[in-house]
Nanobody, 120 residues
Framework: VQLQASGGGLAQAGGSLRLSCAAS????????MGWFRQAPGKQRELVAV???????WTVDSVKERFTISRDSAKNTVYLEMNSLKPEDTAVYYC???????????????WGQGTQVTVSS
């Protein structure tokens, strides 16, 4: 199982970016999917999560600006980021709890990270 994140890049303050993360491999089921971020010199921070049933949670600092969604048919999670601020600059990592076809338990997987840089 692999998670491939994409969609990062450079944006101006007030702009928008959309991150995608696709899970691939011998997947039977995906439970929770989410996004973390890590800014330079700071600890990794949970940004948003979405359950298999579509329930979501978003950290207060981005709640009115970021939206997490998923396409279960495509095993893909998205993070729509609007009204970006320079403090949103970070490497964004996707994560998912995956039950592989050959397994009897869910395992947490991580994507490789995608850089988001917001200029003022």
């Amino acid at each position: 199982v692999q998670l491939q994140a994409s969609g990062g890049g450079l944006a101006q303050a007030g702009g928008s970016l959309r991150l995608s993360c696709a899970a691939s491999g011998s997947i039977f089921s995906i439970r929770v999917m989410g996004w973390f971020r890590q800014a330079p010199g700071k600890q990794r921070e949970l940004v948003a999560v979405i359950s298999g049933g579509g329930s979501t949670w978003t950290v207060d600092s981005v709640k009115e600006r970021f939206t997490i969604s998923r396409d279960s048919a495509k095993n893909t999670v998205y993070l729509e980021m609007n009204s970006l601020k320079p403090e949103d600059t970070a490497v964004y990592y996707c994560t998912a709890d995956v039950l592989a076809v050959s397994s009897d338990r869910y395992v947490n997987y991580w994507g490789q990270g995608t850089q988001v840089t917001v200029s003022s």
